[in-house]
């Protein structure tokens, strides 16, 4: 079956460090969605990319979706307290109907 | 206020007891979606539906049901608890449609002993 796996697992950061995480899917994606879920909480929609080499921004925030549509990356610049909580990435096989299938998740700890 | 509401936040199961939970979304998403969340094992999908009366299998069916009756509700229900089902329930509910992603509801932690 379909995997994706994110790494690293953990990070652990300076606040105004950058922060990177990546996620690899086994197959070939038709769209990749990022969400974020703060301690205790439940996952937030933050974006959907769709194309291939798509780059989207949300201020501190770079998304990427790989050439093969195989992966994608999420960067934080200058990392805040605020940042805190894990990154899930999520995504539809091309051809594999409607499942969503999130990746292990990254969980990102900002220190002062 | 809109969104995906489950109950109950928290339950304690004896093994061999079944029960029933809950999910309701008033946002008119044809896309809901029962995931289940343990530790290092990130979002694992238990079973998901595309329209009321439409239902399908995710990852990690075994031990749950489900069924879409209508639109607003897909409640999960597990027929004879075990300890491997302790965990985080999320529900989730979109449009079917591209750029949407999941509105998620705040879990239901469930605990059998």
């Known amino acids: 079956g379909q995997q994706v796996m994110q790494i690293p697992q953990y990070q652990h950061v300076q606040e105004g460090e950058d922060f990177t995480t990546y996620c690899n899917s086994s197959t070939t994606l038709s769209n990749i969605q990022w969400y974020k879920q703060r301690p205790g909480g439940h996952p937030v929609f933050l974006i959907q990319?769709?194309?291939?080499?798509e780059v989207k921004k949300q201020k501190r925030l770079t998304f990427q979706f790989g050439e093969a549509k195989k992966n994608s990356s999420l960067h934080i610049t200058a990392t805040q307290t605020t940042d805190v909580g894990t990154y899930f990435c999520a995504g539809r096989v091309t051809g594999g109907g409607n499942k969503l299938t999130f990746g292990t998740g990254t969980q990102l700890k900002v220190e002062l | 206020n809109a969104g995906v509401t489950q109950t109950p936040k928290f339950q304690v199961l004896k093994t061999g007891q079944s029960m029933t939970l809950q999910c309701a979304q008033d946002?008119?998403?044809?896309?809901m979606s029962w995931y289940r969340q343990d530790p290092g094992m990130g979002l694992r999908l238990i079973h998901y539906?595309?329209?009321?009366?439409?239902?399908d299998q995710g990852e990690v069916p075994n031990g749950y049901n489900v069924s879409r009756s209508t639109t607003e509700d897909f409640p999960l229900r597990l027929l004879s608890a075990a300890p491997s089902q302790t965990s985080v329930y999320f529900c989730?509910?979109?449009?079917?449609?591209?750029?949407?992603?999941?509105?998620f509801g705040s879990g239901t932690r469930l605990t059998v002993v």
């Open positions: 946002m008119n998403h044809e896309y």
């Open positions: 990319l769709v194309k291939s080499g």
């Open positions: 989730a509910s979109s449009y079917g449609r591209e750029g949407y992603g999941y509105t």
């Open positions: 539906s595309v329209g009321a009366g439409i239902t």
